[in-house]
């Protein structure tokens, strides 16, 4: 059973840089595609990017100017850098997994860790 | 990108009731070569994490319970909850896997009449 687990600050300033770990647990990182999914306060989710082991991402177009996914086989972790961030990036940040292949269906996710940017 | 839309926002079903949201893309999610639709639930609770019910729009994932149910194909999904029970209050969202950027719906907050 796969287990996924968030790290990173909690508090960001703005036009700092946001950069969290997810580390996975219960199965290897080289296979599947890994994935990083927000969702601010009260509101909806929002897909960030994926990752596969070998390296390969997929960014969204919305974000893509400021998002670095990144993967450490040797660590089974992966990792989130999201630059130039401004309050509208305040969320809980989710890292998942789409175990059954297909990219984008995640059917493993972390708790979630709340990002919020501030001074 | 796919826009995704549900309805209603909001609803309140009786326990043991039947419970509907209907999902729908701005683009067919149904991939030709396959005759699969890219269409996943997400069931979410307060502090937790979405946790999958559905995926190519009508397989239930494993442990779920055989109330959910998912139809549709295309651009016009719905889910439902046969029985609604004090656990399944929570916020569903629909989810297209078809292409990226992958988009969610705005989520259906679901309450006990």
């Known amino acids: 059973q796969l287990q996924l687990q968030e790290s990173g600050p909690g508090l960001v300033k703005p036009s700092e840089t946001l950069s969290l770990t997810c580390t996975v647990s219960g199965g290897s990182i080289s296979n599947y595609y890994w994935g990083w999914i927000r969702q601010p306060p009260g509101k909806g989710l929002e897909w960030i990017g994926n990752?596969?082991?070998?390296?390969?991402?997929y960014y969204n177009p919305s974000l893509k100017s400021r998002v670095t996914i990144s993967v450490d086989t040797s660590k089974n972790q992966f990792s989130l850098k999201l630059s130039s961030v401004t309050a509208a990036d305040t969320a809980v940040y989710y890292c998942?997994?789409?175990?059954?292949?297909?990219?984008?269906?995640?059917?493993?996710w972390g708790q979630g860790t709340l990002v919020t940017v501030s001074s | 990108d796919i826009v995704m839309t549900q309805s209603p926002d909001s609803l309140a079903v009786s326990l043991g009731e039947r419970a509907t949201i209907n999902c729908k893309s701005s683009?067919?999610?149904?991939?030709?070569?396959?005759?699969?639709?890219?269409l996943a639930w997400f069931q979410q609770k307060p502090g937790q994490p979405p946790k999958l019910l559905i995926y190519?729009?009508?397989t239930r994932e494993s442990g779920v319970p055989d109330r959910f149910s998912g139809s549709g194909s295309g651009t016009d999904f719905t889910l439902t909850i046969s029985s609604l029970q004090t656990e399944d209050v929570a916020v569903y969202y629909c989810q297209q896997y078809y292409s990226t950027p992958f988009t969610f719906g705005p989520g259906t907050k679901v309450d006990i009449k």
């Open positions: 990752i596969y082991y070998t390296g390969s991402t």
């Open positions: 998942a997994c789409a175990a059954k292949s297909d990219l984008g269906l995640f059917d493993y």
């Open positions: 190519w729009a009508s």
């Open positions: 683009q067919s999610v149904l991939y030709s070569s396959n005759n699969k639709n890219y």
